[in-house]
């Protein structure tokens, strides 16, 4: 009995960690692609992204706007968990449409939700700083040599458990 | 049974005449020898476990592919069955650390497969997992140390809720008040009983915070531990609760003498009728049963559990039901000679102190003389105690001498 016991205690952590390699290895077919743009950033030096091991870009879906909350602004705190729907503008890159605390959920093909945390509460009329997972980029150099004044285009899937997976960057002129 | 200390036992006990020397030779040789070689092994594994998780974090392995995880499982594994191994067969005790190596793989393995996969976390899921399996794996062997690491890894699951997400998860606690406290309370140990009830403390505190309760609710919820305390049987865990709720409560008490004077606190502090309500209740109840079941002088420890903030002057009122508890205990454990509440009342009675000295002299004085008059009233205090106990004590001796 005991023995019965023991085995499928192991068998169970064995296959529960197995299952989650295979959810997340179906990023690739199942995740949805999206591209997003950086912000410019002003700064007097500029280095070149392989001086340094990881890469925080600033992107344009970090702000949201003032009118873009579906929830309460006031609700917001430092740190709190918050869905961003994104949806594919005219050229091409995925901006802010709707922010909120509750779940949101896609619908259509040109929208696609991620997940952040909100950066500082809200005092002032500024948009709000949302913080993605996909800010740090590590080993940036596999996909090219850039500068940090440079703005880029970033290529990731993303799929609904948060799970990101950058695929591509490249600097836009 | 050491081999060696028994021969040398059982020789007395031949020329004592109490066993014959072939009896002896017998019973010998019933004993083999501890196999030191089991240190070894047990080195051994542990060396190339290091090896494997700093491989772990090398470049090689953060490649998102199913092998790094098939290499980790097989360590784990490997680790279970060996560790299953040596306790069914060989030593309980070197069993249980290739065991909780294992157990520690698995947290490991979990937390691997989310960063290589870039999978951010916004909940302690994995945590609440992980002390789940540690509830299984105490089922199975029952013993103490697995019990012991299981607490630590759910405890460390709130921790980190409260630090990363500012946020308390409510189904760690779930897991820890419901699962946990049940071994807790069958398997009872000096040790587990106090870790069990400061975790206890420091999730309702993270759990207080993070959803940003006003503070007066963990009076409640350290009542509640109190009156657990009244009501549970085992010796061990009745003191570790007993404990550790006064401390807690006494700890918020010093927060709340500086944070009715303080503006800011002030403003933010709105009254729940809720609380008022469920805190007399059990208050109440609390009250009933240590009066009818229990030690009745014991009852003072209620009067830390009153609250007072709707008082006028308010913080005063605070100090002086510190004051109150601490000089009780100080004054009834000298006189009844009752040493560990004698404890309770020492420690109370300092941090009143303490709480009063910073209330009125930070202000006027030097630093570094509030330090130096703080330790010299300390130890004058101790002192005198200390002299008054040893007094007391030598007029009991003299009394048995007689």
Not at chain 1, 50 to 60: F, N, Q, R, S
Not at chain 2, 58 to 64: H, I
Not at chain 2, 147 to 157: D, N, P, R
Not at chain 2, 185 to 199: D, E, M, R, S
């Given at each position: 009995m005991k023995r019965i016991m023991f085995y499928s205690l192991v068998a169970l952590q064995i296959i529960f960690v197995l299952v989650l390699v295979f959810q997340f290895e179906r990023i690739t077919s199942n995740g949805d692609e999206i591209e997003i743009l950086t912000k410019m950033e002003y700064s007097n030096d500029d280095y070149y992204y392989?001086?340094?091991?990881?890469?925080?870009?600033?992107?344009?879906i970090n702000d949201i706007p003032e009118g873009r909350w579906s929830s309460e602004k006031e609700d917001v705190s430092y740190n709190d968990k918050v869905y961003v729907l994104l949806k594919k503008s005219h050229d091409d890159f995925y901006k802010v449409e709707t922010?909120?605390?509750?779940?949101?959920?896609?619908?259509?093909?040109?929208?696609?939700?991620?997940?952040g945390r909100t950066d500082y509460a809200s005092n002032s009329n500024e948009p709000i700083r949302v913080n993605y997972d996909f800010n740090k980029i590590e080993d940036i150099e596999q996909f090219g040599e850039f500068k940090n004044n440079q703005t880029l285009k970033v290529t990731l899937l993303v799929s609904q458990y948060g799970q990101y997976k950058i695929t591509n960057v490249e600097a836009v002129k | 049974m050491n081999k060696s200390k028994l021969k040398h036992e059982g020789t007395k006990w031949v020329e004592d005449g109490v066993i014959s020397d072939q009896q002896l030779t017998t019973i010998l040789s019933r004993y083999e020898k501890k196999d030191a070689s089991y240190l070894l092994i047990i080195l051994a594994t542990l060396l190339v476990s290091i090896a494997v998780l700093t491989f772990v974090f090398?470049?090689?392995?953060?490649?998102?592919h199913i092998s790094r995880i098939i290499v980790m499982l097989v360590f784990m594994s490997g680790l279970y069955f060996l560790g299953n191994y040596f306790y069914e067969k060989k030593s309980q005790a070197y069993g249980v650390s290739l065991l909780l190596l294992a157990y520690i793989f698995f947290g490991a393995t979990m937390f691997l497969t989310l960063m290589i996969y870039n999978v951010p976390l916004h909940s302690t899921w994995p945590f609440a997992i992980w002390s789940v399996v540690g509830l299984g794996l105490f089922a199975l062997y029952k013993h103490p140390y697995i019990?012991?690491?299981?607490?630590?890894?759910?405890?460390?699951?709130q921790i980190y809720s409260g630090l990363a997400f500012t946020s308390g998860d409510l189904y760690i606690l779930a897991i820890y008040v419901?699962?946990?406290?049940?071994?807790?309370?069958?398997?009872?140990?000096?040790?587990?009983?106090?870790?069990?009830?400061?975790?206890?403390?420091?999730?309702?505190?993270?759990?207080?915070?993070?959803?940003?309760?006003?503070?007066?609710?963990?009076i409640l919820y350290f009542l509640v531990m109190y009156g657990l305390s009244v009501v549970i049987n085992k010796a061990s865990l009745k003191k570790a609760l007993l404990s550790v709720s006064l401390l807690s409560v006494f700890i918020v008490k010093i927060a709340e003498v500086f944070m009715l004077q303080e503006d800011y606190d002030l403003d933010r502090f709105i009254l729940s009728l809720l609380f008022i309500v469920l805190l007399a209740i059990v208050w109440l109840v609390v009250l009933n049963v240590k009066w009818f079941t229990e030690d009745k002088s014991e009852v003072i420890d209620l009067i830390l559990f009153v609250p007072l903030f709707f008082l006028p002057g308010s913080f005063i009122f605070v100090i002086i039901s510190m004051f109150l508890f601490s000089l009780y205990w100080l004054i009834t454990s000298i006189k009844y000679q009752l040493s560990d509440r004698l404890l309770y009342g020492i420690i109370g009675f300092l941090l009143s102190v303490f709480t009063v000295y910073i209330q009125y002299a930070w202000e006027a004085m030097n630093k570094s003389l509030f330090f130096l008059i703080g330790g010299l009233l300390l130890f004058g205090i101790s002192f005198i105690f200390g002299?008054?106990?040893?007094?007391?004590?030598?007029?009991?001796?003299?009394?048995?001498?007689?």
């Open positions: 392989d001086l340094i091991d990881t890469a925080y870009p600033e992107y344009e922010a909120s605390t509750k779940k949101v959920v896609a619908s259509g093909d040109d929208q696609v939700v991620v997940i | 090398s470049d090689w392995a953060q490649v998102p019990l012991l690491v299981g607490l630590l890894v759910t405890l460390s699951g419901l699962g946990y406290f049940h071994f807790v309370y069958h398997y009872p140990k000096v040790l587990l009983n106090y870790v069990f009830a400061l975790g206890l403390a420091i999730q309702l505190l993270i759990v207080t915070l993070a959803f940003e309760q006003q503070y007066y609710w963990l002299k008054q106990r040893h007094s007391i004590e030598k007029e009991s001796d003299g009394g048995d001498e007689k």
